[in-house]
């Protein structure tokens, strides 16, 4: 029997290439895909192909360009002439508030993180509908409860949830549409860095006291995507309890 394969978008580090390797451990051969960091993704590719041959592969796309994110569909269903899962992991975040936001930042951050889930899953339907396949949208906690002087980010990964409950109804039965909402996993890194002070407010306010890890996410996706058949429309918040203080 074929493997299932998944198309994981931002899979070259962080969360998306632990997912990549979780799903990849359970029999799934991986797309993954990647925006800048080649290396990463290729040595990530080398490293699943080593443990099982021909099951895994990396495509290069800008998400926020039409014409690549087509290309991603269209190469991602015919490397193994099948699409059984996408995971739209890819994300913009930074903090801008709104009196210095720009169309720029608006392009920037609601294109990656809502637009192009979006347009990347219409390109994908054929293939999933053939498989019956399955869809996890990456949220966040801050969907539902706005983090100051983030409401660009905010409101694109509130509008990816409406996404995942439209998209649940439209497009049942033959397609299942799921979202997971880290909380705190991994600290941001770049421009929107968290300084050890906030890091620790936000634990303080996490029942279990503590950070998530890679796998807690990874496990999620994974247990939507290939252990509940009758799971659709839900929002798996994955935080340690922190969306209950917030």
Same mark, same amino acid.
């Given at each position: 029997?074929?493997?299932?394969?998944?198309?994981?978008?931002?899979?070259?580090?962080?969360?998306?290439?632990? #997912?990549?390797?979780?799903?990849?451990?359970?029999?799934?051969?991986?797309?993954?895909?990647?925006?800048?960091?080649?290396?990463?993704?290729?040595?990530?590719?080398?490293?699943?192909?080593?443990?099982?041959?021909?099951?895994?592969? /990396?495509?290069?796309?800008?998400? #926020?360009?039409?014409?690549?994110?087509?290309?991603?569909?269209?190469?991602?269903?015919?490397?193994?002439?099948?699409?059984?899962?996408?995971?739209?992991?890819?994300?913009?975040?930074?903090?801008?508030?709104?009196?210095?936001?720009?169309?720029?930042?608006?392009?920037?951050?609601?294109?990656?993180?809502?637009?192009?889930?979006?347009?990347?899953?219409?390109?994908?339907?054929?293939?999933?509908?053939?498989?019956?396949?399955?869809?996890?949208?990456?949220?966040?906690?801050?969907?539902?409860?706005?983090? /100051?002087?983030?409401?660009?980010?905010?409101?694109?990964?509130?509008?990816?949830?409406?996404?995942?409950?439209?998209?649940?109804?439209?497009?049942?039965?033959?397609?299942?549409?799921?979202?997971? /909402?880290?909380?705190?996993?991994?600290?941001?890194?770049?421009?929107?860095?968290?300084?050890?002070?906030?890091?620790?407010?936000?634990?303080?306010?996490?029942?279990?006291?503590?950070?998530?890890?890679?796998?807690?996410?990874?496990?999620?996706?994974?247990?939507?995507?290939?252990?509940?058949?009758?799971?659709?429309?839900?929002?798996? /918040?994955?935080?340690?309890?922190?969306?209950?203080?917030?």
């Amino acid at each position: 029997m074929a493997a299932p394969v998944a198309l994981i978008t931002g899979a070259a580090h962080r969360l998306g290439a632990r #997912t990549a390797e979780t799903l990849h451990a359970r029999g799934w051969n991986v797309v993954i895909h990647y925006r800048s960091r080649a290396e990463q993704a290729r040595q990530l590719v080398d490293k699943l192909n080593r443990e099982r041959a021909d099951s895994a592969t /990396s495509v290069q796309a800008d998400l #926020t360009n039409a014409d690549e994110l087509a290309h991603l569909a269209r190469a991602a269903g015919q490397q193994w002439q099948r699409l059984d899962g996408l995971v739209n992991n890819a994300s913009v975040f930074y903090p801008r508030a709104t009196e210095h936001s720009t169309e720029e930042d608006w392009d920037k951050i609601l294109g990656a993180n809502l637009k192009a889930p979006f347009f990347l899953l219409k390109h994908c339907l054929p293939e999933l509908a053939k498989s019956a396949g399955g869809v996890v949208n990456l949220i966040d906690i801050y969907s539902e409860k706005p983090l /100051s002087d983030h409401p660009l980010y905010c409101a694109s990964k509130a509008g990816l949830a409406a996404l995942t409950r439209s998209w649940a109804k439209d497009l049942a039965p033959q397609i299942r549409v799921n979202g997971v /909402s880290p909380g705190a996993i991994l600290w941001p890194e770049g421009d929107a860095e968290v300084d050890p002070a906030h890091q620790q407010a936000i634990l303080d306010k996490t029942p279990l006291a503590r950070t998530g890890n890679p796998d807690d996410i990874a496990g999620a996706i994974a247990y939507l995507l290939c252990d509940a058949p009758f799971v659709t429309g839900q929002v798996l /918040s994955v935080d340690g309890g922190r969306s209950l203080n917030m």
